[in-house]
């Protein structure tokens, strides 16, 4: 009789329930009775039904042999595949640790089908192992999974399982379901994986595999789900991927891929997921993209492309989480958007998207998070945004968002987070805004914004931060404001705000910093605010406060940073370390402060009681001309903090060509008299600091503006030299524009005097902080590692951002300015050049010992990994709190002989923190870690061995790889190998 070929499998599958059914239930057989069929059963007994079967198919090839065809034979098969694959488990287990064992306790005996993670198949054959968050320790090669052939389901995920992934493990050619994700296991991915034909999910995320993405991955065809995240794989996504028709979800986050993505991928029409975030990919999307009309979710985060966002995207409505965050993205956004009544995610800033925001953007009934912040977009605020009333979150800040705050953004009652700062958004702050009540964040900072601010923020009991600074409001800090109890960041600075401050201010228990300088307040500091415990920082400078303050702030122990300059202030400064540690900066401009702080006058006790009014008169008299200027300038003048820089013509100066004012939004004539006035034509008094072109000159202009003038040598033997550092300074600050780089207000070149005319930073220079003693304490850790943040966005945007690149050649700490929160500015581009197409990148050297790249000593072409070093310079800098010289010589060493370790890589990290401050702790010690980790990277000798400035923005930028588990005891060649940054 011949059987259909297709009727073995299900005929072997019948048999195998038969057989199972008659271990079950054996027949009864009753001595007394003939054997019959009861009258409940009509059908031919079990064991009948096997024996037919077998009779008619008797060459099924898994269950008969060629000694026995019985049933009985068949169990004794199952019976000798379970004892091998038990033993294969126990040998196994004998080579992972005490801890592991005693989690296997139960794997003991010859029939694993009972052990813990074990399911087996009929035929008692193991199918599954399943082993997850069980705490393994140790390799999969002792494992001989030769002798789990039946093996289906193989999942090991987050255990303590290291070393390769064994070639041998291609003998699971019936493996579905492979998951090795959240261990340790190194090494590449076996190109035997090709064999594993019918493996449908392959997930090896969270390890520390490296190496490319082989191209047997094509040949998986059944795969519906690879997961490849947090990894150190590299090359390019394999073409092949395009082969995979199945393929539902495709997760590679955080890797090192490099290369474009490859065009195939468009043939992924099953695609449902495709993430790809924080790596090295590059150039333009491919079209096929547009084809996937099926994803739900798509993130390209963190990496370089250019060109368009796929404008197609969202054709059939079915995308649900769309990010494409920092990247090089330019054009509108995306026209399938509008009506993409999906989506739920939407983050695009960090790019330089263009177009109208009022066409871009439609209803979406689910969003719940839009950001678009760092674009170019233009255009007022879409009225359909109001009707977005699940949103959590909306984030629309550094554009050029005009118009007015539309009130109906009262109406989204989910609102969490609103940031609408640095736009030229006018008019009033609408009072709706007073109805959020789950509204924990409030940013309308750096606008045109006028009118009083609304009492009606006084109902926002969520509220934590509020920042209004950099507008034109008026009017009183409203009482109302006191209802805010979870307020912790309040900044009301560079504003028009009159009257005195609210004694409510008081009641903000959680506030940690205030900033309400750069206003017209008046009046006396209210003792209510030493009941701030909470206060960290706190700027009352540049108003019109007075009366004494010496009991004022008697309290506030946690006070680390305080600014009550240029005020009209007296009598003695409290004994506080925040008045012990500040410098004559932060209390300078006042009417008669004394103490033995801050370089003061001591004050006696005529003083102390204000008995001697002689003596008072001469702390009025005693200041220099240029301090009183300064003070009599301030009292009427109109702060205008955060304004965006328009530009506009030079001026003409009647038609003469020496006065080639570049000055934005002022007349070039009368800012070159106001300069010459305001320094007494350059007087030393003045002089705030020498650099190699030329001197630095404090100014306050007539306007009551402050500003930084960088006035060029004119000896004869520099000055050839002098103009051209000027030169390209102009050239390099005319391109740019970022919030880490010095700004650049004008410029003068005349037969008179050269020079040019920057904004004004208070503290100084990095160096300057570091080596002043007295505010060594207020630099603690935050700060400084958002100093080095700023200095990584800074020099990312020059390198990758500017086109042409721009090297800067001389990154040092004299050389990074900080504002009054530790902001970052980078200035001096005399030395910068820029790397223009097909001309020569080769000339002299510049830069600073001590900071510039070896490399440097053989060969004088300039390249970006040459502010890479000096940024890992400046970095270890900022962490000892002093140039980390010995550090770097004991490096140059350690790469020049043959020793493997330097002396300097055995330290303990804590050895390398500044002493001066208390040492980081927890999560804070962790951060620091990886910013120490970071700056060894860019140390390499070897310049393509260093990672570019972008790889260190995107590290900084992920959060998950900003912080590393150690200890202060941990050794820096311990932190070096640690594989937690990603380039």
């Not at 054709?315 to 009544?341: D, E, M």
């Not at 605010?529 to 400078?541: A, Y």
């Not at 008072?616 to 109109?638: D, E, H, R, Y």
């Amino acid at each position: 009789m011949m059987v259909p070929s297709f009727f073995y499998k299900d005929a072997s599958d019948v048999l195998l329930m038969l057989v199972q059914e008659t271990k079950k239930r054996p027949p009864q057989i009753n001595q007394n009775k003939p054997v019959m069929a009861s009258s409940s059963q009509k059908q031919p007994s079990m064991l009948f039904l096997a024996c037919v079967l077998l009779m008619l198919v008797p060459e099924l090839p898994c269950l008969a042999s060629s000694r026995s065809s019985s049933p009985v034979a068949l169990a004794g098969a199952g019976n000798r595949t379970g004892n091998e694959e038990a033993e294969a488990l126990l040998a196994w287990k004998a080579t992972l640790d005490r801890q592991s064992r005693h989690a296997l306790s139960s794997w003991n005996g010859s029939n694993p089908c009972s052990w813990r993670g074990i399911d087996c198949d009929p035929l008692g054959s193991i199918a599954s192992l399943e082993l997850s968050d069980s705490a393994m320790h140790g390799t999969l090669h002792h494992l001989n999974f030769s002798r789990l052939p039946n093996l289906v389901t193989l999942k090991l995920s987050n255990n303590s399982l290291f070393g390769n992934i064994p070639p041998s493990m291609a003998s699971l050619a019936k493996l579905t379901h492979l998951d090795l994700s959240r261990n340790n296991l190194s090494g590449s991915i076996p190109t035997q994986l090709g064999s594993w034909k019918s493996l449908q999910v392959l997930e090896f995320s969270r390890n520390k595999l490296s190496g490319p993405i082989p191209q047997e991955i094509g040949n998986l065809t059944s795969l519906s789900t690879l997961a490849l995240v947090e990894n150190d794989f590299s090359g390019s996504i394999p073409d092949s991927i395009g082969k995979l028709g199945n393929l539902a979800i495709l997760l590679l986050d955080e890797n090192n891929f490099s290369g474009s993505i490859p065009s195939s991928i468009g043939n992924l029409s099953k695609l449902n997921e495709l993430s790809i975030r924080v790596n090295n990919l590059v150039g333009f999307l491919p079209t096929g993209l547009n084809n996937l009309t099926f994803l739900t979710l798509l993130r390209l985060s963190y990496n370089d492309f250019v060109g368009q966002l796929p404008q197609e995207i969202c054709s059939s409505q079915a995308l649900v989480n769309f990010t494409a965050l920092n990247n090089h993205f330019t054009g509108p956004i995306p026209r399938s958007l509008k009506n993409c009544s999906s989506l739920h995610r939407l983050r695009l800033q960090n790019n330089s998207l263009t177009g109208n925001i009022t066409d871009a953007l439609g209803v979406y009934p689910n969003l719940d998070y839009l950001e678009l912040s760092n674009n170019e977009l233009y255009g007022v605020l879409p009225p359909t945004l109001v009707e977005c009333r699940n949103l959590t979150s909306l984030l629309i800040s550094n554009n050029r968002i005009s118009g007015t705050i539309p009130p109906q953004l009262g109406n989204m009652n989910k609102l969490g987070k609103l940031d609408l700062s640095s736009n030229d958004i006018v008019g009033e702050i609408p009072k709706d805004l007073g109805k959020l009540k789950l509204l924990l964040e409030l940013s309308l900072d750096c606008n045109h914004l006028e009118g009083h601010i609304p009492q009606e923020l006084g109902a926002l009991s969520r509220l934590q931060k509020l920042k209004i600074a950099g507008n034109n409001l008026s009017g009183s800090i409203p009482t109302e404001l006191k209802e805010c109890s979870n307020l912790e960041f309040l900044n009301l600075s560079g504003n028009n705000l009159e009257n005195s401050i609210p004694v409510e201010i008081g009641n903000l228990w959680s506030l940690q910093v205030l900033d309400l300088s750069q206003n017209l307040l008046t009046g006396v500091i209210p003792r209510q605010l030493q009941r701030l415990h909470r206060l960290e920082i706190l700027n009352l400078s540049h108003n019109q406060l007075s009366g004494s303050i010496e009991s004022t702030f008697d309290d506030m122990v946690s006070l680390t940073f305080i600014n009550i300059s240029f005020n009209e202030l007296e009598g003695p400064l409290p004994n506080i370390p925040a008045f012990r540690n500040a410098t004559i900066e932060v209390v300078r401009g006042n009417k008669g402060l004394c103490g033995v702080f801050a370089c003061l006058d001591p004050c006696t006790a005529k003083m102390s009681k204000g008995k001697n009014k002689t003596k008072k008169l001469l702390l009025i008299v005693i200041p220099t001309l240029g301090c009183l200027l300064s003070l009599l300038l301030i009292v009427g003048a109109s702060s205008t903090v955060c304004r965006r820089v328009r530009k506009t013509g030079p001026s003409s100066n009647n038609g003469s060509s020496e006065n080639l004012w570049g000055v934005w939004s002022f007349d070039g004539r009368m800012v070159y008299e106001s300069i010459i006035e305001a320094t007494e034509e350059f007087d030393a008094k003045y002089c705030i600091g020498v650099g190699g072109h030329g001197s630095v000159y404090k100014a306050q202009l007539q306007t009551g503006e402050i500003v930084a003038v960088k006035k060029l040598k004119e000896a004869p033997d520099v000055e050839m030299a002098s103009r051209e550092a000027f030169g390209r300074e102009i050239h390099v600050l005319t391109k740019t524009r970022h919030r880490n780089i010095i700004k650049l207000y004008g410029f003068c070149l005349s037969s008179r005097h050269s020079f040019l005319v920057y904004e004004f930073l208070e503290p100084g220079s990095l160096k300057d902080v570091l080596n002043n003693e007295g505010r060594i304490t207020a630099f603690d850790w935050n700060k400084r590692l958002n100093v080095v943040k700023g200095l990584v966005y800074a020099l990312s945007y020059m390198h990758h951002e500017c086109s042409p690149p721009i090297i800067h050649r001389d990154i040092t700490s004299k050389n990074i300015l900080l504002d009054e929160e530790y902001e970052v500015h980078v200035s001096d581009f005399g030395t910068a050049k820029v790397l223009e197409p097909y001309a020569s990148n080769w000339t002299s050297f510049a830069g600073t010992f001590g900071y510039s790249a070896p490399e440097l000593a053989y060969t004088m072409e300039v390249k970006e990994k040459c502010d890479v070093y000096s940024f890992g310079v400046v970095t270890l800098e900022v962490i000892m709190g002093r140039h980390p010289g010995d550090l770097l010589s004991s490096l140059a060493f350690s790469s020049s002989s043959s020793s493997s370790n330097s002396t300097a890589s055995r330290w303990p990290l804590k050895q390398v923190l500044d002493q001066r401050i208390p040492h980081p702790e927890h999560d804070v010690l962790g951060r620091v870690a990886f910013i120490v980790k970071m700056a060894f990277s860019c140390l390499s000798a070897k310049p393509e061995y260093r990672p570019s400035m972008q790889q260190v923005s995107q590290a900084i930028s992920a959060r998950s790889s900003i912080m590393i588990s150690v200890s202060e005891d941990t050794k820096l060649e311990e932190l070096v190998n640690l594989g937690c940054f990603p380039y």
